[in-house]
């Protein structure tokens, strides 16, 4: 999931948590630097507080193996792209796409620039408003 999908998952009152929710698996693993955006939507967006978003994203940040790292070959592979495929505020885009790719993910998500950007890197994606 990209953090557009997992906040919606995670937010009750969010106009896509249905959609959302009904694809966050039991132990999926996501991108670290997608809980990293996750922390600063529910804070920044939702006014949660810190702990109160901490505690939403503990299933993950709670468990090492439900985390995908960013590696420094991810980081190598999207700036090696970067002139390629235009890349400008999309470049956290690509490198969620980039982690998926590496770790074998399907990256879901509600952001169509996502989607796009994930398959043109190669990555599987699923976007859940087409």
């Not at 997992?6 to 969010?14: E, N, Q, S, W």
């Not at 790719?101 to 996502?114: C, F, I, N």
């Not at 989607?115 to 087409?130: F, K, P, V």
């Amino acid at each position: 999931m990209d953090t557009s999908a997992l906040v919606a998952a995670l937010v009750a009152d969010h106009e896509h948590h249905g959609i959302a929710r009904s694809h966050l698996q039991a132990g999926a693993a996501l991108p670290a630097i997608v809980l990293a955006e996750t922390f600063s939507q529910l804070r920044r967006t939702f006014g949660q507080p810190a702990g109160t978003a901490a505690s939403m994203l503990k299933p993950w940040t709670g468990d090492f193996r439900r985390v995908l790292p960013t590696t420094s070959t991810a980081v190598s592979s999207v700036f090696a792209r970067a002139v390629e495929l235009e890349l400008g505020g999309s470049i956290h885009d690509a490198l969620v796409a980039q982690v998926c790719l590496e770790h074998g993910v399907a990256l879901v998500t509600l952001d169509s620039r996502q989607h796009q950007i994930a398959l043109a890197m190669g990555a599987s994606s699923r976007y859940l408003l087409a």
